[in-house]
């Protein structure tokens, strides 16, 4: 297996490189990491160069945050459309390779994107939230909305860096991201000696990434990081025999389901995402089981069994 990846950008080479790692291991999934490995490594790379949080910090109030309000709760993230015709200069070519099955409609994309790129960049950036798709002829809502979140990705998620320092040092205990208000859509556990704030166990402490910007934050590990339910009875995992070091936190209150990597065993640690793919199949699983996830993400479609990349 050997993805076609940026050598500029750090992240990026190890993208590719736990890809390769992971569809050895597991080759029933080489072809999904395949799929996916150049498209997540280009996007590291766009979130290298990106400028991210332009202009004076966001004004928010410490307080509040610490009671619960996110940084952006009040302005959101900065528009990042005029940034997408550029991405997407980068981007499309790469989907097109890996996504096959998607080669007309990212043509399509790719003669809009040139022939008026910015009503193009502005229908994509709003396709993830909506089903008008009027300027994008002949592409379907669903391929513009998961066309226009990949695009989006690696300039909000460089936003959230930059903005990080700001509230890195503030306390926050709340199931949503610090940064956007979002919902978590991947986890681990980390080994970490600190204060006993947080019950770590043998499993080590539990960070949370959030499935809109990527932001990581630390949260109780008995505890649903959805509904904030802590009743033991009603909070359980998914994981396989082979694997056992990757499952899905399911909660039966809120019926929800949250992938997570127990680092604390692991010589090396996966990129996040590429540990995401390689457990779609804990992933498939729970949604057979009648869980939904917390966050969309880039993979959940492949969960619910469209055509393949």
Not at 67 to 96: H, N, S, W, Y
Not at 207 to 236: A, F, H, I, Q
Request: aromatic share 8%; glycine share 8%.
């Amino acid at each position: 297996m050997t993805p076609d990846c940026p050598s500029d950008s750090d992240e990026a080479r190890t993208i590719c490189a736990d890809a390769a790692r992971l569809g050895r291991e597991i080759p029933a999934l080489a072809s999904l990491l395949d799929g996916f490995a150049p498209l997540l490594a280009e996007q590291a790379a766009i979130k290298a160069e990106a400028p991210g949080w332009i202009g004076d910090a966001p004004d928010f109030d410490p307080e509040l945050f610490c009671k619960g309000r996110p940084l952006l709760a009040e302005t959101g993230f900065q528009d990042v459309t005029p940034d997408i015709p550029l991405a997407a200069k980068r981007i499309l070519p790469v989907m097109a390779r890996c996504f096959p099955g998607l080669g007309a409609e990212i043509d399509a994309l790719a003669r809009a994107m040139s022939t008026d790129p910015d009503r193009t960049a502005a229908a994509l950036a709003d396709a993830p939230r909506t089903e008008d798709v009027g300027p994008l002829a002949g592409v379907s809502p669903e391929t513009a909305a998961f066309v226009g979140q990949e695009l989006v990705r690696p300039l909000i998620h460089r936003q959230a860096e930059t903005l990080s320092p700001l509230i890195k040092d503030l306390p926050w205990r709340f199931t949503v991201c610090p940064t956007c208000g979002g919902h978590p859509g991947f986890s681990w556990f980390q080994k970490l000696r600190e204060e006993a704030e947080y019950i770590t166990g043998h499993g080590g402490a539990r960070y949370l990434r959030c499935g809109e910007c990527g932001t990581w934050w630390r949260y109780k590990r008995v505890s649903c990081p959805g509904c904030g339910n802590e009743d033991p009875s009603g909070l359980s995992f998914l994981r396989s025999t082979e694997r056992p070091y990757e499952r899905a936190d399911v909660c039966a209150a809120c019926n929800r389901y949250l992938l997570c990597l127990d680092t604390t065993e692991l010589i090396h640690i996966p990129h996040p995402d590429v540990a995401a793919l390689a457990m779609m199949p804990l992933e498939i699983t729970a949604r057979d089981r009648g869980y939904q996830p917390f966050a969309g993400h880039h993979r959940s479609a492949m969960a619910d069994g469209p055509d393949a990349p």
